[in-house]
């Protein structure tokens, strides 16, 4: 089995041909948005981090624009920075261009001003296009595929039918040689016990605990109860009780594959099977660590309807609630509620997810690459902004 | 014949509406090929959850055969359970503080 996919300089393959018009600091975020809106083929990513931070998230911001950059769905890159922001652009630059991409850069500061940066940024940005309009899509064996699992905006039938249809799907990738990843590590409070059978070694299985310990505590060192931030208030209204109850029902998205690494958020993984990233549950940050690890197609189940997508990996939407599929069908690409209604197995609408990942990684639109609703990025940051 | 309500696993305690079940309603509660009737008191939506046997006040609730928490007050058999009357055990930094 293959799809149709960009194979680049490294050998990785997107399932997207974009050029990437990459801010590296919130303060330069208008040139590179207004750059994209400019030149047809570009996507543009901001985040709202990159300086006045500690030296630990300047190091997360700089990792993760990097693997930005580095996602197999961008041909070229073009940096947007400020000039006297913290990250350091030649680094990214250079960490980028190792891959073969073409990558080029503007500085506001230098050119003199967003109006001249735009104009120049607009210029370089028409001729990488030109170049990666070039580049034909070609068949790829599926092994090549880097798949990102997340659920958003869940309620009951979310554990009952698109989570588990995912599991199904995910393992079916796993089983071909692909790779698949999941996060959202505050969802996985209450069910770590579960999660840690899945574990390949006892090297997984211990940090499994460890990073499920870190988000609990994380959360718990503000002195309330997570309820209300987790689960969301969304959530409570779609009959979730607690953090305990929308783990277990979370957690059936990463099927029954064996979890064979586990990567600090936005970390590529050297290795294929089913891996685990840090990262919470929020969408824009997880998203981005999903983007910055190569993930080149994310599927994303909901039950209230979560519509976010991201500017440069197909979202596939999946859900189990008939409402939801009707009352945001413009949002909703595929709807497993036949499961819950005993019409359907999980088993065979697991195959339809994974028939939709081929198709939509072969180039098939997603609604949220249609509606234009993908602008659900930032950078997830452990420390205060100082 | 259709079920009302899903009952995950046989550890359970709570039941999962699949449609939106009036008070005073008797309802078929699945689980794999076994059903039960139940007669449910409260109104309960779509997804929402009722004890399928009564849980004391502490009793773990189960859900996937899991715990998902405990109760705060009573919940006698085919009453609504939700935050009124569960609370979390994972994530309480409210009880950590006041540990302190």
């Known amino acids: 089995m293959r799809f149709s996919g960009y194979e680049r300089a490294n050998g990785s393959v997107g399932t997207r041909n974009y050029v990437g018009i990459i801010s590296t600091v919130v303060c330069a975020n208008e040139v590179a948005i207004d750059i994209a809106n400019k030149v047809k083929g570009t996507v543009y990513f901001t985040h709202q981090q990159g300086c006045c931070q500690t030296p630990v998230d300047i190091k997360r911001v700089t990792d993760t624009l990097i693997g930005l950059g580095n996602n197999p769905n961008l041909h070229s890159v073009l ?14 630059q250079k960490q980028i261009a190792q891959t073969g991409k073409k990558v080029e850069s503007i500085i506001i500061q230098e050119i003199g001003g967003a109006a001249r940066s ?24 599926i092994d090549k595929l880097v798949l ?20 199904v799907a995910s393992d079916i990738l796993v089983e071909k040689g692909g790779t698949s990843i999941f996060g959202e590590v ?39 109860d997570i309820r209300g931030g987790q689960p969301t208030g969304g959530n409570i209204k779609g009959g979730l009780t607690t ?8 957690i059936a998205k990463a099927g029954n594959a ?18 685990m990233m840090d990262s919470p549950g929020r969408e824009p940050e997880l998203l981005t660590g999903l983007a910055s690890a190569g993930a080149t197609v994310i599927v994303f189940t909901t039950g209230r309807g979560a519509p976010q997508g991201f500017p440069f990996v197909p979202v596939i939407k999946v ?43 072969s180039g098939k639109l997603t609604k949220a690459e249609i509606s234009g609703y993908t602008k659900a990025m930032d950078i997830y940051t452990i420390g205060p902004v100082i | 014949m259709k079920i009302d309500a899903l009952l995950i696993n046989s550890k359970d305690n709570v039941a999962t509406a699949l449609r939106d079940i009036d008070a005073n309603e008797s309802v078929t509660v699945g689980e794999n090929k076994k059903k039960k009737s139940i007669s449910v008191k409260e109104k309960i939506p779509f997804g929402h959850k009722f004890a ?32 009124h009357n569960i609370e979390s055990l994972r994530g309480r930094g409210d009880l950590e503080r006041k540990l302190k």
Not at chain 1, 82 to 89: Q, W
Not at chain 1, 118 to 141: C, F, N
Request: contains cysteine; charged residues 30%; proline residues 3%.
């Open chain 1, 258 to 275: 064996k979890i064979q690494a586990v990567y600090e958020y936005g970390k590529k993984p050297d290795r294929k099977g089913l891996v």
């Open chain 1, 148 to 167: 990102g699992l997340k659920c958003g905006s869940s309620d009951t039938t979310s554990g009952l039918a698109p989570n588990p249809a995912l599991g």
């Open chain 1, 118 to 141: 735009i104009s120049s940024g607009t210029l370089k940005a028409q001729e990488m296009v030109r170049d990666a309009s070039k580049q034909k899509s070609e068949w790829h064996p």
């Open chain 1, 186 to 224: 505050t969802e996985i409070i209450g069910a770590e016990h579960i999660m840690a059978k899945h574990a390949a070694n006892e090297k997984v299985e211990k940090k499994i605990y460890e990073l499920v310990n870190r988000m609990e505590n994380r959360a718990k060192s503000v002195g309330a």
């Open chain 2, 52 to 83: 399928t046997k009564t849980i004391k006040k502490d009793g773990n609730i189960y859900k996937y055969g899991e715990i998902i928490g405990k109760a705060t007050k009573s919940i006698p058999e085919g009453y609504y359970a939700h935050i």
């Open chain 1, 243 to 250: 953090i305990e109850e929308k783990s277990l029902g979370a």
């Open chain 1, 319 to 361: 859900t189990g609630n008939k409402n939801t599929m009707n009352k945001l069908s413009d949002h909703m690409d595929l709807d497993v509620s036949p499961v819950i209604r005993g019409e359907e197995t999980i088993k065979e609408a697991g195959k339809r997810i994974f028939s939709e990942i081929i198709d939509v990684a």
């Open chain 1, 79 to 92: 940096l947007v920075s400020l000039g006297c922001e913290s990250v350091d652009i030649d680094e990214v």
